[in-house]
């Protein structure tokens, strides 16, 4: 295996920080409902791992989308190409949509099956995301 150039490092190191964070919070949440005694506290714990989960979603998407293409460039990065963008719309999309939509509704109301289910697809989409541009930039990299 060749190692990574250096233009590819960044990426690489961005998308394996958010597919991490995206890991850790689908397992947060059931280790959280589990261990603390009280929804009150659940509740608070859960609001700020979606906060922390979202931002640093937001800012790594927003990062790869500004390296992705260099100043005064035509076309996007070699790496860049094909469907990475589109995940990380994805990931921006479903981190917004969690945190500010569905998530607060679902603390609210935390016995509803839909909010629950609204919850859990939007946290495997997220996710999926997150992976799918780990991978993405695995393969390009592996390609070189």
């Not at 860049?80 to 719309?89: E, N, S, V």
């Amino acid at each position: 295996m060749s190692p990574a150039p250096a233009s590819v490092k960044l990426p690489r190191a961005l998308s394996g920080l958010w597919l991490l964070t995206a890991s850790l919070s689908v397992l947060a949440v059931p280790v959280l409902m589990v261990t603390v005694p009280y929804w009150h506290d659940v509740r608070h714990y859960l609001q700020q791992l979606g906060l922390w989960q979202t931002w640093i979603s937001i800012a790594v998407c927003v990062g790869l989308l500004v390296i992705s293409r260099r100043k005064h460039a035509e076309t996007e990065e070699a790496w860049a190409q094909g469907a990475l963008l589109i995940f990380l719309m994805g990931g921006m999309l479903t981190g917004i949509l969690l945190n500010y939509g569905v998530l607060p509704q679902w603390l609210v109301q935390p016995a509803s099956l839909i909010k629950t289910a609204q919850v859990l697809v939007l946290m495997v989409l997220h996710w999926g995301c997150a992976l799918q541009t780990w991978r993405c930039l695995r393969r390009f990299v592996q390609q070189i």
